[in-house]
């Protein structure tokens, strides 16, 4: 802080491009990963990018029974759910310390 209480703009400057580059190399790394979801032991398994685009889906032909569709499509959003959650835990790993600085800047809210 200056005198008379007001923060350095060079300093806010450099902390946003800091946070900034942060934020794409999380970005980058997020859409190069990818997460496993799975249900029923495993008869179900779903596959998403750290940015949350589904890749793949893989039903073993021991989940298929026509008399149970039901069953299978439980399976599927189980696996579904599975990953998703294994996503959103990855950003919050990845984002969490390229965001966090936002309380450093000085900025009303943050």
């Known amino acids: 802080m200056r005198p008379g209480g007001q923060p350095n703009m060079q300093q806010i400057m450099k902390q946003a491009q800091k946070m900034q580059q942060q934020v794409a190399q999380a970005q980058a790394e997020l859409a190069a990963a990818e997460l496993t979801g799975t249900a029923g032991g495993g008869l179900v398994t779903v596959t998403v990018t750290g940015l ?4 793949s889906v ?12 039901e069953t299978l499509e439980d399976l599927v959003l189980a696996a579904l759910h599975n990953a998703a959650e294994a996503q959103r835990e990855l950003t919050e790993q990845k984002m969490g310390p390229a965001t966090g600085g936002l309380g450093g ?4 809210g943050f």
């Open 52 to 55: 949350g685009e589904y890749k």
């Open 58 to 69: 893989k039903i073993d032909p021991k989940a298929v029974d026509p008399e149970d569709l």
């Open 105 to 108: 800047l000085g900025l009303p």
